[in-house]
């Protein structure tokens, strides 16, 4: 439970209004459109032959998705308990009122639902940090695609582990455990689970030449290549520069959130430097940025090839302004009584985003 909300330290306190209502629609489409690439592995290229078979010996499979192994921390919950059953949770809102929620059953089937996890996980690591977290819902009349990315400091309830930062159950218990947690707050089945690293990003950038991207706040950081110094305007970055651009938060005046924007700037550019005809019509560029992309990216055991391709088809109708990105409701910030910072959960603000998913009526949610 949350042991402590106290004033903002300055550093939080420059993490305020962090949260984007409106605006920036380009760049969000942009950062939809690339999720869907690292998502369905094949990317919005077409389904040669080549490329498609290219693509599915790259991909990696794992047990991401609950009870795919047996007494994996992140399972359905208790022994005997029902995997599609969301159990009671009790937590704590910004007022430190105890909250419950009821129990229910998980709804299935009324439109998809598909977690994109980045995870930032450097050399000599065993346990990685989930820190780009994204849900994907698709409208079942395939209409509309939503993206709901949730902060990485979210504090919530974690099976087994109390409340903590939404990415601490990654740490804990892997996408399993992961995907559990964000099930039991919306209350909808995840279908399929797609993870990317950041040595990806950093590999998809070099097989495109390098990409051109916007910084809000310039910032002095390294790579594995030396000093990486980020100017206020445009640049012009390598992988190993854009990694470090990607990664940056310490310097940077709202945390967290203002690293929420560099990675969208970041996506923005590479998505637009891969459309380009120096990329897509080169048969070398095109083939080492796919390979770049599936080979850093891992999926459930049960996403074939196949679905993604009768997926992406689906959604051959969708326009731009049928895509949607949201962030998960959160009223402010505060710490712990360890003094760790933390995004505080906004129950009404998530209660409303669960119900919306349920109905598969995400036009009625106001963020």
Known sequence: MLDDLRQDSPQDQGRRGGQERGGHRLRRVLIALLAFVLLLGVGAFGFA????????????????????????????????????????????????????????ALVSGKGENYLVIGSDARPGETVSRSDVIVLAHVAADHSRVDLIHFPRDLYVPIRGHGQDKINAAYAYGGAPLLVTTLQ???????????????????????AVGGVRVYA???????GNGGPVVIKQGWNDLDGEQALAFVRE?????????????????????????????????????????????????????????????????????????????ITAPFSG???????????????NGMLNLSSALRSDDMGSFQG
Do not use: C
Request: a negative charge; charged letters at 25%.
């Open 49 to 104: 032959t080549f490329l498609s078979q290219r693509a599915d010996d790259n991909l990696t499979r794992e047990s991401l998705l609950p009870g795919d192994s047996a007494g994996a921390d992140g399972g359905a919950g208790p022994s005997g308990s029902d995997p599609n059953a969301v159990p009671e949770l009790k937590l704590t809102d910004k007022d430190k009122k105890a909250v419950t929620w009821p129990a229910r």
């Open 216 to 222: 809000e706040e310039a910032s002095n950081g390294s």
């Open 184 to 206: 039991d707050l919306v209350g909808v089945k995840i279908d399929h689970v797609a993870k990317v690293d950041f040595e990806g990003f950093k590999n998809m950038t070099d």
């Open 333 to 347: 910030f505060g710490m712990t009584s360890g003094g760790a910072s933390i995004d505080i959960l906004d129950v």
């Open 249 to 325: 938060r310490y310097q940077l005046s709202e945390g967290d959130i203002s690293r929420g924007r560099r990675q969208q700037a970041f996506i923005k550019a590479l998505m637009l430097k891969t459309l380009q005809p120096e990329v897509i019509a080169n048969p070398v560029k095109l083939t080492g940025f796919l390979d770049a992309a599936t080979q850093n990216t891992v999926v459930d055991q049960d996403f074939t090839m196949g679905e993604m391709r009768s997926r992406l088809l689906a959604l051959r109708s969708v326009r731009s302004d049928d895509i949607h990105f």
